[in-house]
């Protein structure tokens, strides 16, 4: 056999981790990785946060699955603490962010259909958005490299480019069902939605009655300083994917919706053999008890400025690989000159993992607890990798 019994859909670097503590990944070979990456986002409270792990210990010990033709009491109180929280009203479970992505996108079109107009079948989405990797979730890009091997696609999408509004006003027939945007975009290169922009897509969205959906996948969850990024705009969706940090590393997604938005979501339109199973509920009751306590948010908000503040200070050191930083709390973005996963890569060995992005954008996602030291240390190992790196290049002995 010449194929791995592993499927090779990834390009995997050469770290194997078997342990976290805290903001540190430990390989197999016992080396330190300072993790500014969190799994992509996804390990907000760091590796093996003692309240997460307790949590979920004591769960697993009592009742994991149980399959949703049952009433599940954790599932209950989970999304009556996300409606507490945020402007829905009722919300649908899932184990990851495309899931979470399919059923906010069934939301809209079964609102439409109910409504009295089965005809608003096309969402418009945006220029380097990325929503997941399903069928329709690769349908919903105009990204060449995510779509091109699987072609001809499922037609059902308009793309704009981002933050341009009258680009996507011009978008709009009287086939269009919903608007679908980050607000942040994460793996289009940490590009932030301006006001005008989130508050332009509500006008457009309560004018022409259509559902208005974010995507907050990678950046809800605490992750810009705010529960959810869209709270710094003063807009509010009709519906809201979310996943990554909400399990602080279980998987675990949501589908979140107001009134009016799941009018047509009843009973046979939808389901989920895991999702919403007790253990991943758990998880998510333990992240929320940490994270949308107030002080914590504020923290979040306070240590992106002070990391935003060191990354400016080592930019004129390095200004001919790095021009600045952008992104919100701590979702952040390193701008570089050229194309960044050669960066990243090189940058490993020097102990830091962080994540690459469009747009030669370096991500730069720790946890969310991290302290000061982490920050200093994390720049002081992108310096250092910097140097080498420039040096590499001009000795070329840069790995190929």
Same mark, same amino acid.
């Given at each position: ?8 859909? =990834? ?12 903001? =540190? ?14 799994? !992509?986002?996804?390990? !907000? ?18 009742? *994991?699955? %149980? ?25 649908? $479970? ?16 079964? =609102? ?13 989405? $945006? ?10 979730? !690769?349908?919903?890009? /105009? ?38 945007? +980050? ?12 006001? +005008? ?30 529960? $959810?990024?869209?709270?710094?705009? /003063? ?29 047509? *979501?009843? %009973? ?5 053999? =895991? ?9 998510? *009751? ?17 240590? /992106? +400025? ?36 050669? $960066? ?25 607890? !991290? +302290? ?27 790995? /190929?």
């Amino acid at each position: 056999m010449t194929i791995p019994a592993l499927m090779p859909t =990834y390009a995997r670097c050469e770290v194997e981790p078997v342990k976290g503590e805290g903001a =540190y990944l430990i390989g197999k070979d016992g080396k330190r990785y300072l993790d500014f990456a969190s799994g !992509i986002a996804v390990n !907000i409270l760091g590796h093996s946060h003692p309240h997460l792990v307790e949590t979920i210990q004591k769960q697993a010990a009592t009742l *994991m699955h %149980v399959s949703n033709l049952y009433s599940v009491p954790a599932q209950w109180e989970l999304a009556q603490r996300l409606v507490d929280l945020t402007f829905a009203d009722t919300v649908f $479970f899932t184990n990851s962010g495309v899931e979470a992505f399919e059923c906010a996108a069934k939301t809209a079109l079964a =609102y439409q259909h109910v409504s009295g107009h089965p005809e608003r079948t096309r969402i418009i989405t $945006f220029n380097n958005a990325f929503h997941g990797r399903s069928i329709a979730a !690769i349908s919903a890009t /105009g990204s060449e490299k995510l779509r091109v091997p699987f072609e001809p696609l499922p037609d059902w999408s308009d793309y704009a480019p981002f933050n341009d509004l009258e680009a996507t006003k011009a978008l709009i027939t009287d086939k269009t069902a919903a608007i679908m945007v +980050e607000p942040v975009q994460g793996e289009g290169g940490i590009l932030p939605a301006t006001p +005008e922009f989130l508050q332009g897509l509500r006008a457009l969205c309560d004018e022409h009655d259509l559902m208005l959906i974010f995507d907050e996948v990678q950046c809800g969850v605490a992750r810009t300083g705010t529960l $959810f990024a869209h709270e710094q705009y /003063g807009v509010t969706p009709d519906i809201m994917a979310v996943a990554k940090g909400i399990g602080g590393g279980f998987p675990l997604g949501a589908c979140l919706a107001s009134e009016k938005a799941a009018v047509g *979501m009843t %009973v046979g339109t939808h389901g989920s053999t =895991y999702g919403g199973n007790p253990l991943g509920m758990a998880a998510g *009751m333990a992240v929320l008890d940490v994270v949308a306590e107030p002080d914590f948010l504020a923290n979040v908000k306070r240590l /992106g +400025e002070r990391l935003v503040h060191a990354v400016e200070q080592m930019i004129p050191n390095h200004d001919d690989l790095f021009t600045g930083i952008r992104g919100k709390g701590l979702m952040l973005g390193l701008q570089m000159t050229e194309a960044t996963r050669p $960066f990243v890569n090189f940058a490993r060995q020097y102990g830091i993992l962080t994540v690459a992005a469009g747009d030669n954008v370096v991500r730069l996602l720790p946890p969310l607890n !991290i +302290e000061e030291p982490h920050i200093e240390e994390a720049v002081s190992k992108l310096s250092e990798a910097a140097t080498a790196y420039r040096k590499a290049k001009a000795d070329g002995t840069l790995p /190929g």
